[in-house]
Protein backbone atom coordinates (compact mmCIF):
# COMPACT_ATOMS: atom_id res chain seq x y z
CA UNK A 1 0.00 0.00 0.00
CA UNK A 2 1.52 3.35 -0.78
CA UNK A 3 -0.98 5.09 1.74
CA UNK A 4 -1.82 8.52 1.46
CA UNK A 5 0.03 10.21 -1.26
CA UNK A 6 0.13 14.42 -1.94
CA UNK A 7 1.48 16.06 -4.53
CA UNK A 8 2.95 18.30 -5.48
CA UNK A 9 5.75 18.51 -2.72
CA UNK A 10 6.84 22.08 -2.75
CA UNK A 11 4.74 25.16 -4.87
CA UNK A 12 5.69 28.34 -5.59
CA UNK A 13 2.50 30.45 -6.17
CA UNK A 14 2.06 33.75 -7.49
CA UNK A 15 -0.16 36.09 -6.06
CA UNK A 16 -3.75 35.74 -7.86
CA UNK A 17 -2.71 31.98 -9.73
CA UNK A 18 -4.69 29.11 -8.67
CA UNK A 19 -3.71 25.51 -8.38
CA UNK A 20 -5.13 21.78 -7.12
CA UNK A 21 -3.24 20.33 -4.49
CA UNK A 22 -3.46 15.82 -5.53
CA UNK A 23 -4.38 13.59 -2.57
CA UNK A 24 -5.02 9.99 -3.50
CA UNK A 25 -5.15 7.38 -0.74
CA UNK A 26 -5.62 3.44 -1.66
CA UNK A 27 -6.82 2.18 1.68
CA UNK A 28 -10.59 2.34 0.90
CA UNK A 29 -11.08 4.74 3.73
CA UNK A 30 -14.39 6.51 3.28
CA UNK A 31 -13.11 9.74 5.36
CA UNK A 32 -10.74 11.87 4.33
CA UNK A 33 -9.45 15.35 5.76
CA UNK A 34 -7.11 18.20 4.58
CA UNK A 35 -5.82 20.59 7.27
CA UNK A 36 -3.42 23.50 6.75
CA UNK A 37 -0.47 23.91 9.53
CA UNK A 38 1.17 27.72 9.72
CA UNK A 39 5.09 27.99 10.90
CA UNK A 40 4.41 26.44 14.83
CA UNK A 41 1.15 25.97 14.72
CA UNK A 42 -1.27 23.10 15.04
CA UNK A 43 -3.57 21.91 12.58
CA UNK A 44 -6.48 23.64 10.96
CA UNK A 45 -8.99 21.34 9.62
CA UNK A 46 -9.68 22.90 6.04
CA UNK A 47 -12.47 20.75 4.32
CA UNK A 48 -12.96 16.80 5.00
CA UNK A 49 -15.60 14.69 3.19
CA UNK A 50 -17.14 11.44 4.50
CA UNK A 51 -17.67 9.39 1.34
CA UNK A 52 -17.71 9.95 -2.37
CA UNK A 53 -19.93 13.04 -3.76
CA UNK A 54 -19.90 14.39 0.36
CA UNK A 55 -18.25 17.25 1.20
CA UNK A 56 -17.93 19.95 4.38
CA UNK A 57 -16.55 22.65 5.38
CA UNK A 58 -14.29 22.27 8.53
CA UNK A 59 -12.56 25.68 10.56
CA UNK A 60 -10.63 27.57 7.71
CA UNK A 61 -12.62 26.23 4.35
CA UNK A 62 -12.34 30.05 2.52
CA UNK A 63 -10.11 30.65 -0.33
CA UNK A 64 -10.32 26.83 -1.15
CA UNK A 65 -12.83 24.43 -2.82
CA UNK A 66 -12.85 20.05 -2.88
CA UNK A 67 -14.41 17.42 -4.81
CA UNK A 68 -14.68 14.14 -3.96
CA UNK A 69 -15.77 12.50 -7.60
CA UNK A 70 -14.33 8.62 -6.06
CA UNK A 71 -13.22 6.74 -2.40
CA UNK A 72 -9.77 7.03 -3.52
CA UNK A 73 -8.84 11.13 -4.32
CA UNK A 74 -9.03 14.29 -2.72
CA UNK A 75 -8.03 17.17 -4.56
CA UNK A 76 -8.11 21.09 -3.14
CA UNK A 77 -8.54 23.79 -5.18
CA UNK A 78 -7.01 27.45 -4.53
CA UNK A 79 -8.67 29.65 -6.15
CA UNK A 80 -6.91 33.29 -5.93
CA UNK A 81 -3.79 32.55 -4.29
CA UNK A 82 -2.96 34.75 -1.26
CA UNK A 83 0.25 34.84 0.82
CA UNK A 84 -1.92 34.21 3.77
CA UNK A 85 -2.27 30.95 2.28
CA UNK A 86 1.27 30.05 2.70
CA UNK A 87 1.79 26.99 4.87
CA UNK A 88 2.07 23.31 4.55
CA UNK A 89 -1.23 21.48 3.51
CA UNK A 90 -1.86 17.35 4.92
CA UNK A 91 -4.07 15.60 3.49
CA UNK A 92 -5.09 12.78 6.06
CA UNK A 93 -7.62 9.39 5.63
CA UNK A 94 -9.28 7.27 7.76
CA UNK A 95 -11.88 5.09 8.28
CA UNK A 96 -15.37 5.73 10.10
CA UNK A 97 -14.84 4.77 13.64
CA UNK A 98 -17.36 3.53 16.02
CA UNK A 99 -15.31 1.76 18.57
CA UNK A 100 -12.54 1.16 16.69
CA UNK A 101 -9.56 3.53 16.81
CA UNK A 102 -9.86 4.83 13.34
CA UNK A 103 -6.77 6.89 13.20
CA UNK A 104 -5.83 9.42 10.82
CA UNK A 105 -3.02 8.03 7.83
CA UNK A 106 -1.55 10.93 6.92
CA UNK A 107 0.58 12.52 3.81
CA UNK A 108 3.93 13.84 3.32
CA UNK A 109 2.72 17.29 2.72
CA UNK A 110 2.97 20.03 0.72
CA UNK A 111 4.66 22.99 1.38
CA UNK A 112 3.23 26.01 -0.72
CA UNK A 113 4.45 29.40 -0.76
CA UNK A 114 2.30 32.59 -1.89
CA UNK A 115 4.17 35.71 -2.88
CA UNK B 1 -14.46 26.87 22.48
CA UNK B 2 -11.20 24.59 22.60
CA UNK B 3 -11.78 21.51 22.23
CA UNK B 4 -8.37 19.88 22.49
CA UNK B 5 -5.88 22.27 25.04
CA UNK B 6 -2.28 21.32 25.59
CA UNK B 7 -0.60 24.16 27.88
CA UNK B 8 2.91 22.90 27.48
CA UNK B 9 4.39 24.51 24.69
CA UNK B 10 7.74 23.45 25.00
CA UNK B 11 9.39 20.64 27.50
CA UNK B 12 12.87 19.49 28.15
CA UNK B 13 13.59 15.89 29.31
CA UNK B 14 16.89 13.95 30.23
CA UNK B 15 17.59 11.16 28.14
CA UNK B 16 16.21 8.03 29.89
CA UNK B 17 13.93 9.87 32.20
CA UNK B 18 10.08 9.45 31.70
CA UNK B 19 8.11 12.67 30.58
CA UNK B 20 4.46 13.51 30.72
CA UNK B 21 2.75 15.87 27.99
CA UNK B 22 -0.10 17.20 28.80
CA UNK B 23 -3.58 17.21 27.13
CA UNK B 24 -7.15 18.18 28.09
CA UNK B 25 -10.15 17.69 25.93
CA UNK B 26 -14.22 19.15 26.01
CA UNK B 27 -16.81 16.86 24.57
CA UNK B 28 -20.40 16.43 25.76
CA UNK B 29 -20.26 13.00 23.45
CA UNK B 30 -20.15 9.27 25.43
CA UNK B 31 -18.00 7.98 22.11
CA UNK B 32 -15.24 9.90 21.08
CA UNK B 33 -11.37 8.44 21.04
CA UNK B 34 -8.33 10.18 21.90
CA UNK B 35 -5.04 9.94 19.80
CA UNK B 36 -1.68 11.14 20.11
CA UNK B 37 0.46 12.05 17.20
CA UNK B 38 4.82 12.92 17.25
CA UNK B 39 5.66 15.02 14.17
CA UNK B 40 9.49 15.25 13.84
CA UNK B 41 11.48 18.05 12.17
CA UNK B 42 10.96 16.29 9.02
CA UNK B 43 7.24 17.47 9.00
CA UNK B 44 5.58 13.87 8.58
CA UNK B 45 2.64 13.11 10.68
CA UNK B 46 3.11 9.71 12.93
CA UNK B 47 -0.02 7.97 14.83
CA UNK B 48 1.34 7.02 17.91
CA UNK B 49 -1.83 5.65 20.46
CA UNK B 50 -5.14 5.15 20.82
CA UNK B 51 -7.57 5.49 24.17
CA UNK B 52 -11.05 5.08 23.49
CA UNK B 53 -14.13 6.31 25.93
CA UNK B 54 -14.94 3.50 26.64
CA UNK B 55 -11.57 1.66 27.06
CA UNK B 56 -11.43 0.98 30.88
CA UNK B 57 -7.65 0.03 30.81
CA UNK B 58 -5.04 3.17 30.07
CA UNK B 59 -3.49 2.45 26.41
CA UNK B 60 0.32 1.39 26.04
CA UNK B 61 2.47 0.80 22.87
CA UNK B 62 5.87 0.02 23.90
CA UNK B 63 7.48 3.15 25.56
CA UNK B 64 4.35 4.99 25.27
CA UNK B 65 1.28 5.25 27.47
CA UNK B 66 -1.70 6.84 28.01
CA UNK B 67 -2.95 7.99 30.97
CA UNK B 68 -6.76 8.64 30.41
CA UNK B 69 -8.66 10.39 33.68
CA UNK B 70 -12.27 10.24 32.13
CA UNK B 71 -13.94 12.27 34.93
CA UNK B 72 -11.14 15.28 34.60
CA UNK B 73 -11.06 15.07 30.94
CA UNK B 74 -7.64 14.47 30.79
CA UNK B 75 -5.29 12.00 28.33
CA UNK B 76 -1.85 12.34 29.00
CA UNK B 77 1.03 11.64 27.32
CA UNK B 78 3.84 9.33 29.14
CA UNK B 79 6.73 8.63 27.29
CA UNK B 80 9.35 6.64 29.38
CA UNK B 81 13.13 6.49 29.13
CA UNK B 82 13.26 9.40 26.29
CA UNK B 83 15.38 8.60 23.51
CA UNK B 84 17.20 11.43 20.96
CA UNK B 85 14.70 10.68 18.89
CA UNK B 86 11.99 11.46 20.68
CA UNK B 87 12.46 15.63 20.43
CA UNK B 88 9.83 16.81 18.17
CA UNK B 89 6.34 17.89 18.78
CA UNK B 90 3.66 16.13 19.89
CA UNK B 91 -0.46 16.87 19.37
CA UNK B 92 -3.23 15.68 21.01
CA UNK B 93 -6.44 15.18 19.05
CA UNK B 94 -10.13 14.05 19.79
CA UNK B 95 -12.19 12.18 17.58
CA UNK B 96 -15.93 12.86 18.15
CA UNK B 97 -17.71 9.44 17.25
CA UNK B 98 -21.67 10.64 18.00
CA UNK B 99 -21.50 14.09 16.32
CA UNK B 100 -19.43 14.31 12.37
CA UNK B 101 -16.74 11.62 13.11
CA UNK B 102 -14.56 15.29 13.00
CA UNK B 103 -11.03 14.90 14.39
CA UNK B 104 -9.70 17.72 16.61
CA UNK B 105 -6.33 18.73 17.25
CA UNK B 106 -4.13 20.57 20.23
CA UNK B 107 -1.54 23.18 19.12
CA UNK B 108 0.66 21.12 20.43
CA UNK B 109 3.83 20.55 22.62
CA UNK B 110 7.76 20.69 21.45
CA UNK B 111 9.80 17.98 23.30
CA UNK B 112 13.50 18.17 23.24
CA UNK B 113 15.44 15.34 24.55
CA UNK B 114 18.70 16.76 26.24
CA UNK B 115 21.68 13.95 26.16
Known amino acids: NAGVTQTPKFRILKIGQSMTLQCAQDMNHNYMYWYRQDPGMGLKLIYYSVGAGITDKGEVPNGYNVSRSTTEDFPLRLELAAPSQTSVYFC??????????????FGPGTRLTVT | AQKITQTQPGMFVQEKEAVTLDCTYDTSDQSYGLFWYKQPSSGEMIFLIYQGSYDEQNATEGRYSLNFQKARKSANLVISASQLGDSAMYFCAMRDLDTGNQFYFGTGTSLTVIP
Open chain 1, 92 to 105: ASSIRSGLAAGEQY
